[in-house]
């Protein structure tokens, strides 16, 4: 246990890997682990299961009982994973994951002195693992527990985080917000020592750090600070306010499971293309051919076949034909986009076209003037040099454009013209859940289309008013719906209780339009579990603004609520005169201009 295990081969027999499946969270709930290697193989290959014990009610409920056990064992795990910051896609991946599940982690209640010392040793073994970016998010987040906070300096885990890990310090009170929230524990926590009483100033991060460093002394009372325990059991039920806990998987909620670690993103065109492949029988051949390009191991796999086209045309970035069957392809490129599950710019394979299109010119056409218009800097990030016929695995790399547009929505929609393929425009994010509604669906499915890293700040943005500022077309009412739908399947699979929430907009059609396209993503998301048929989404009503229900009235199956603000309004009306007055219900004219109503 005392040292960092090596980077562990993924290639396993499928014995080995089911026996191991569960080897994580077996780990963590036990009362006397061992195995640290089969937890850490466990997590290494399926990252996602950290999620399990906050949204596994059973899980959250077991762990949060006895967390000085458990929070131990997940902090001793964490202790031991290597703290290499290669830009490897395997360990990336695991650390996002853990840098996610610990914030969220964060924003739970730890009431009793037990916990909150469970928590500082989870923080500081992912604080252990962390870049300067992470560490000044967690810095600022832990200004604002000053309990657990008071645990890390109290009993001495900053001082053994120093001697291990230069310059975290620092890193953690980079932010001018987190030194003063800092400052503000530590004077707390020093008043009654002869050394440190008077507390720091707020100053630069340094100076700040080199403070933190001497404490607590000789003289520092080991209790200041810390006796808040609230009274009772530290065990505790899910808090469902619905706040900070999953704020930062609103959109991935939507998404699904990726296929593999390249993220794939398909044209308008492509998802056409898939439609009609499904009516011939090749869409499982497909569904294989796209796990082989997510997966990297292109090796033998027919991925890799050079685009030629029938023009004078030179491309930009290399185009590649992976066929699935005698010749019918997909077409493909590498390009970068923001990813989701890092938070940050990574290469993407972006699909144009799947099949043999009979349109193959004029796409090849549209690509090229899609190209023409990178940067420099974008074009070199599409670039790679194993792009043979090498049998080594290949992973996508994070790119770093200096502020430049790395999504290639934006781009390819500046370049349509009036003899484009509207198709090739709008791309959409490809995963297990929109492969598998596209093979069983026998209606039209929503999907969310592929977006960039400020509207993906705005759709998981949740623990604060917000205003969104932009001209008509630049997505506000897209990333609000996508807000809307994934707040509530995210919110779904932690609580059998339903997210009430309402989309308000002044026009009716609009509406209509909003509530399709929200039940849409949901029940593609949902699948074969019960789908919004009770609800909002499938009723008859035409959401009249006479209508004569009442906002009391309103019961779990009839949010989400996407309806105009007269529609609201009347509701609200009608319960208050059947709460006060018992009066009969006014009917307006609404294609009169000037309304009239009676409040006698």
Known sequence: PGKHFPNLPIQTDSTERMDSSKAFLDFIFSDSPKDFKAAYASLYSKPYQIFDILLREERFTNFFSRTGVYGKNLANLLSQFPTSQKDDYRQSLLRENIKAFTLSLLAERFDDLESRGAAARI???????????????FGTRLGGLPEILGVIIAEGHIKSLDKTHKHRIEDLVSEPQ??????????????????????????SSVELASFIRTIPCGSCPSSSGLGRDTEGEPTRRRDHSFGSNMRANVFRSLLGDPLGPWKIILSQQAMENLGEAKTQGNFEKIRRKFSELASGDWAGKKILHRAKWNNSLSYRIPLFKAFYTTGAFILWQIDTAFDERFGEDYQVIKVWAVGNPHNLGPIGVQIHRAQQVYTKTRVEACGRDDLDGSREVRYPVRVGLDGEESGGMDVDVAVVDSDDLPQLAKFYSLTTTVLDNIASTTGKAAYPVDISREEASVVDHGLSPAFILGRSGTGKTTCLVYKLAGRYLLYSAESEARLRQVLLTRSKRLAGKLRVNAGGLIEAKLGERPRLADGNYDKKDDFDDNTKKQFLSLTDEDFPLVCTFDYLLRLIENSIRVQEKGRGYVKLDNSKSIRVIDFK
């Not at 923080?123 to 998010?137: A, N």
């Not at 987190?178 to 008077?198: M, N």
């Open 123 to 137: 923080v500081i073994s992912v604080v252990k693992l962390s870049d300067p970016g992470t560490l000044r998010q």
């Open 178 to 203: 987190a030194r003063k929230q800092w400052a503000k524990v530590i004077s707390e926590l020093c008043s009654g020592c002869e050394v440190h009483g008077l507390g720091h100033r707020v100053a």
